[in-house]
């Protein structure tokens, strides 16, 4: 991917949120799901975090710098997500939900 300046988007709205999906699929074959937050399990303070699902909800094993890389991506096309808590971006769909949410919506 070309490096823009913040300020400018590479594609509006949804196609944008699609482009992005697919840049993040062959960037990491075999990813289903990307979910972000602030709670790296390996670091004592926030610090910026992606962890990969296959389609079956099996972690992928991914590098540092892809992880933070996607992280960064997702973070950038939407910025106007609270980031306080974690967040997964569904590849197929093209979407961001608050993973919070989903997860208390499983508990009713």
Known sequence: MLAL???IRA????????????????MIP?????????????????????AVKD??????????????????????VWPEADWRSPHTFDLAE???TRTDQVAAGRDR
């Open 5 to 7: 300046p913040s300020d």
């Open 11 to 26: 594609c509006p709205g949804n196609e944008q949120r699609r482009h992005l999906a697919v840049q993040l699929s062959e």
């Open 30 to 50: 075999g990813a289903a799901t990307v979910r972000v937050s602030f709670n790296d399990p390996k670091q004592t303070w926030p610090h910026l975090h992606a």
């Open 55 to 76: 389609g079956a909800g099996k972690p992928l094993e991914v590098g540092r710098t892809t992880s933070r890389v996607a992280a960064r991506w997702i973070l950038r």
């Open 94 to 96: 093209a979407t961001l």
